[in-house]
């Protein structure tokens, strides 16, 4: 495994943070901070001709075919900044599993289990702009998607189903131009549907949470019709594939924010100063900062790992099982370890930092999010646990 970036994925980092930092700085993230949507045209379309929306798509369908890797060094960025808006539900949940399935049907037994026309469509659809969210969570199952309750029934129309049933957690539904939701059909097989969220029988309410810069949704659907868009052995691979590369992603967001706040810290125990000595100088927050940069460089390189272990997996590198052992132990570690970044951090700026004013408090809230979708320390404990045992 090389964890050297090539010259072509520095100057990716040094264009999207050029962009970020000009066009959605932290004044940005301010003016957007509980909105439903969480960006604006101007920004979203500018990520667009950047070619960053179709970074995990095929070539052929408009993509760039690049793989983790460069995207983590996108997600990275955006950590930096707490960037808000539907690129990681977009981007890398959603093309991931799109892309997936568009390699599932080049086997002929999956391809029937794929309707690889809508496939193609909505790949397309990302690259140009359209967003589209995954809806996978229901009530009281956590982390659990194999077995979703919600149910696709036929309808009289070739390839439509009627979807019934409640999601949570749905990032980034509000604003979303489609919805992959997951149920199972007649045979209990685990589908995929496409569903337009204007759709009769679809019902959007926002999710509220602490951290304004993650936006998510509860969605309800009383037979609303859908078109089925993978089903079998072809969705669930496609599936768990997502939720891999989802915990990824939002890990490498987590080292981006963290390496900021981190940064911020620093900076201000050296310039604050207290008995007239700067604060830096004092042990009590030289073990804050010690422990902060411990964990930010033990999350990287399990991040990174994951990144290089998603992109082996596709080309067959290694195995799917490793791959998702790979995300699995990511997430575990950097669910805690950087909520300790960012509750440290707020430590060393001591009283300016609990402020709305200060910055530190976006890093923290950002780490709790981290903290908890798809699954927190706990679940992927446990998940690991069973990966060892099995």
């Not at 793989?67 to 960037?83: D, F, I, Q, T």
């Not at 026309?117 to 909505?122: D, F, G, K, P, R």
Request: net charge negative.
């Amino acid at each position: 495994m090389d964890v050297e970036f090539s010259a072509e994925q520095e100057a990716l980092r040094a264009s999207v943070r050029r962009f970020l930092s000009e066009r959605a700085g932290i004044t940005y993230v301010r003016s957007l901070w509980d909105d439903p949507v969480g960006t604006t045209a101007e920004v979203w379309d500018g990520l667009v001709k950047l070619g960053l929306t179709g970074l995990l798509v095929p070539v052929r369908h408009g993509g760039t075919g690049a793989g983790m890797v460069e995207a983590g060094v996108v997600l990275e960025e955006m950590g930096r900044l707490v960037h808000p808006g539907p690129y990681l539900a977009t981007a890398i949940s959603a093309a991931g599993l799109l892309a997936e399935l568009d390699r599932e049907a080049a086997s002929p037994p999956a391809r029937a289990n794929v309707d690889t026309t809508s496939v193609a469509e909505l790949l397309s659809s990302i690259c140009s702009g359209s967003a589209v969210a995954v809806a996978l969570h229901e009530p009281g199952q956590r982390s659990e998607w194999r077995m979703p309750a919600t149910s696709f029934s036929p309808s009289t129309t070739a390839g439509i189903v009627r979807v019934s049933g409640r999601k949570l957690w749905v990032m980034n539904g509000i604003g979303a131009n489609t919805l992959l939701v997951s149920g199972h059909d007649e045979h209990d097989e685990l589908c995929l549907a496409a569903v337009d969220p204007a759709a009769s029988g679809v019902n959007i309410e926002r999710q509220p949470t602490v951290d304004g810069t993650r936006q998510f949704a509860e969605v309800t659907f009383t037979a609303a019709n859908g078109r089925l868009v993978a089903k079998g052995d072809a969705a669930e691979h496609a599936v768990g594939c997502m939720v891999d590369l989802t915990a990824i992603a939002l890990a490498v967001d987590g080292v981006g924010a963290a390496e900021q706040v981190l940064g911020l810290a620093v900076e201000y125990a050296k310039q604050r100063h207290q008995f007239g000595v700067p604060i830096g100088s004092f042990q009590a927050i030289q073990h804050l900062c010690a422990d902060m940069l411990r964990d930010l460089e033990m999350g990287r390189a399990a991040t990174y790992y994951g990144l290089w272990a998603c992109d082996a997996a596709t080309r067959g590198a290694i195995t799917v099982a490793e791959r998702h052992r790979a995300a699995t132990m990511a997430k575990a570690f950097t669910s805690d370890a950087f909520e300790r970044v960012g509750a440290s951090a707020i430590q060393v700026f001591g009283g300016i930092g609990f402020t709305w004013d200060h910055d530190a408090h976006l890093y923290y809230k950002r780490f709790l999010t981290l903290q908890h979708a798809f699954g927190g320390t706990r679940e992927h404990l446990e998940e690991l646990a069973r990966l060892v045992v099995d």
